[in-house]
């Protein structure tokens, strides 16, 4: 089987650096919670100051201003809930709901046959949906799935748990800690699972292999 390196997947879906990027914000909210006597208005303003050059910064080094504006955005709107409710522990509240919804997508994308996995390394190679006539990749898309809608979940158990408790400089932590190392147990896994669900003959990611009389499905 071709694309054999254990660091493929991962450079396929983004790499570390926007999971890091996103892991700042809500740290430097709980820093800044913290540093100011428990002011959420300061926590708000110094995530919103660290989103905001995380952003420029993102630009400078060629990412798409919409997923820019998006990242931004959320931080916004994180710092706009706390600050509403007066709650510190609900800066985090976003993250909790993003993370279920993530979950149930990535699920009902599995049952339909449509697994986000085999979706988003179609777009980023170019084969767009030429996987899904091909078995084998199928299945192995629809199996590696389950790690991500595992993943999503854990985050919401961890931090559900978390914000129940108010403990918002714990959420700050594990906010940084469930993004990208998380990640990249995700993909790790992610990995292990389809090489494991392929036949050893077969030749890769990058290669769908079509049964005789099958066609791709329209994209």
């Known amino acids: 089987m071709t694309d054999t390196r254990p660091d493929s997947l991962a450079r396929l879906l983004g790499g570390r650096g926007g999971a890091l990027d996103a892991s700042l914000p809500p740290l430097a909210f709980a820093l800044g919670w913290v540093l100011s006597g428990q002011s959420i208005t300061a926590g708000a303003a110094v995530a919103v100051g ?10 400078v080094r060629g990412d ?4 820019v504006v998006v990242s ?29 919804a993530s979950a149930l997508a990535w699920a009902a994308s599995i049952v339909v046959r449509w697994p986000f996995l085999g979706v988003v390394v179609g777009l980023v190679t170019g084969q767009k949906f030429r996987w899904r006539a091909d078995p084998d990749l199928m299945r192995a898309y629809r199996v590696a799935s389950w790690a991500w809608v595992g993943q999503y979940v854990l985050r919401v158990v961890v931090f559900g748990a978390l914000w129940a408790a108010g403990q918002v400089v714990v ?37 769908p292999r079509v049964p005789a009389g099958n066609a791709p499905e329209p994209a």
Do not use: K
């Not at 660290?50 to 630009?59: A, E, P, S």
């Not at 940084?176 to 090489?195: E, H, K, Y």
């Not at 669900?197 to 290669?207: E, I, K, V, W």
């Open 171 to 207: 959420l700050g932590v594990m906010r940084a800690i469930l993004t990208w190392p998380l990640q990249a147990v995700c993909i790790a896994v992610s990995w292990w699972l389809i090489r494991r669900s392929l036949p050893r003959d077969h030749p890769g990611l990058l290669h």
């Open 50 to 59: 660290c989103g905001l050059v995380i952003g420029v910064v993102r630009v």
């Open 72 to 100: 931004v955005a959320l931080v916004v709107i994180a710092a706009y809930v706390a600050l509403q409710t007066g709650r510190a522990e609900d800066f985090f509240l976003l993250q909790i709901f993003v993370n279920a």
């Open 64 to 67: 798409r201003p919409r997923a």
